[in-house]
């Protein structure tokens, strides 16, 4: 009976530890860079409600295009007093009926049209330029979560090693063969670790977070970054010279191309605004019955604001003063384009250059030394200090050469985005 529960507890206990490890793996998808940026592209929600916004100022410009509706008022005698009847139907009664269309001189049509295409334009730039800035947020945090990761297996591979070093401390101090404050120092080690890795663990699940967010994905897995780290320490830069970056940046920033479509808007707003200058006209055709000096009296009528007070002269200064005010916001913005530019590419120098120099510092062999340096300990030919001193200085190098790799790519990022195209892929 005993065996038979026995039987039944470990059936169950593998089921449930391989249901566990079965959940673990749905949640986590492995991506490559070009496969987050396609669901970034698909399902991003910011980028599907910027297109609904391009829709909108499409429609905007069709309205532009549709000529006011045509006014039509009828005027039917209501009592008759010297007959006594009420609408004096059928009867010869007072019956009157006129039509009235707006007519816009001065081509204020057109130049409303010519405008809503500017803000069409406008829109698409503004989408672009989303989709910049997401898209720069989408590679930076694809990369800071692979270097996390890679930092989290740091943490795991030392404290692996130290459990595995504590269990076999923990006997050996239970016989008295070791001194207490030997295993207090390790233990102490892995609670440090431990906190520390909680902080990375932190800072991934943040990143993880906000790639779920711009991919969209609505299963909220976690993401294991695919990277290959190899093809980009391979990258030749050497064409790069800041006097085509900048141009780059001039042509290609579509933040400076919407500064660019301000200014067109703003000169077409002067336009339409002294057109405003000419009153419109309004057009008629009207019929009488019984109500003029002739019965069924035809007639045709012409209206408009006579131009004496308001010539619009109050909108034409503040067009006017917009036109200058955006050609400003416009050379600030140029300004900001060459100094973002010229400030990526400094910083990816400066990192592309130590990055070179510290690749021959951590080869294959520093990983090598510390499978030997447990050992070391165990067999007491290092001491406590020693060992102590090497984990934290294994632990603090790889980090830093993590921060240094990611840094590096963030740096290409950084260029991608201030050029507003990509120069580095």
Do not use: C
């Not at 980028?47 to 509706?69: C, G, P, R, T």
């Not at 009235?100 to 049209?113: D, V």
């Amino acid at each position: 009976m005993n065996k038979l529960l026995i039987l039944i507890f470990t059936f169950f206990y593998i089921s449930a530890n391989l249901i566990a490890q079965k959940k673990v793996a749905e949640d986590t998808v492995s991506l490559s860079l070009k496969d987050a940026e396609n669901l970034f592209l698909i399902n991003n929600f910011d980028l599907l409600a910027a297109k609904y916004q391009i829709s909108e100022a499409e429609a905007s410009v069709l309205q532009a295009k549709l000529w006011d509706n045509p006014n039509l008022s009828i005027d039917k005698e209501a009592y008759n007093s010297p007959s006594k009847k009420w609408f004096n139907v059928p009867g010869t009664g007072e019956f009157a009926i006129s039509f009235q269309q707006l007519i816009y001189l001065a081509g204020k049509k057109n130049k409303r049209i010519n405008i809503e295409k500017i803000n069409t334009q406008v829109a698409h730039y503004q989408f672009y330029d989303l989709m910049r800035t997401l898209h720069y947020e989408l590679r930076t945090s694809f990369f800071d979560l692979y270097f996390l990761q890679q930092s989290l297996s740091i943490y795991d591979l030392e404290l692996t090693a130290l459990k595995s070093l504590i269990d076999a401390y923990s006997k050996e101090y239970q016989k008295g063969n070791v001194p207490f404050k030997e295993l207090a120092r390790l233990q102490a080690l892995q609670f440090s670790l431990e906190n520390e890795k909680l902080g990375v663990l932190k800072s991934l699940t943040e990143k993880q977070s906000n790639i779920v967010l711009l991919t969209g994905d609505s299963l909220m897995r976690n993401v294991k970054p695919v990277v290959d780290i190899s093809m980009y320490d391979s990258l030749n830069f050497s064409s790069l010279n800041l006097d085509k970056l900048l141009d780059l940046g001039l042509t290609s920033r579509y933040d400076l191309k919407i500064s660019d479509t301000q200014i067109q808007t703003e000169l077409l707003n002067l336009s339409l605004q002294r057109a405003m200058r000419i009153p419109d006209v309004t057009i008629g055709a009207n019929y009488d019955r019984a109500g003029s000096y002739i019965p069924n009296y035809n007639s045709i009528s012409l209206g408009f604001d006579l131009p004496i007070w308001n010539r619009n002269q109050g909108n034409i200064k503040i067009a006017e003063n917009r036109i200058e005010e955006t050609k400003v916001l416009r050379n600030q913005k140029e300004l900001e384009v060459k100094s973002d530019v010229g400030k990526a590419f400094t910083q990816f120098l400066e990192f592309d250059k130590l990055y070179k120099e510290s690749m021959q510092k951590f080869d294959s062999s520093y990983d090598k030394l510390f499978d030997g340096i447990t050992s070391a300990y165990k067999n007491h030919t290092i001491s406590l200090l020693e060992f102590i001193d090497y984990y934290e200085t294994y632990k603090d190098s790889k980090n830093e050469y993590f921060q240094l790799q990611n840094s590096r790519l963030d740096a290409i990022e950084n260029l991608n985005f201030a050029t507003g195209t990509t120069v580095i892929n």
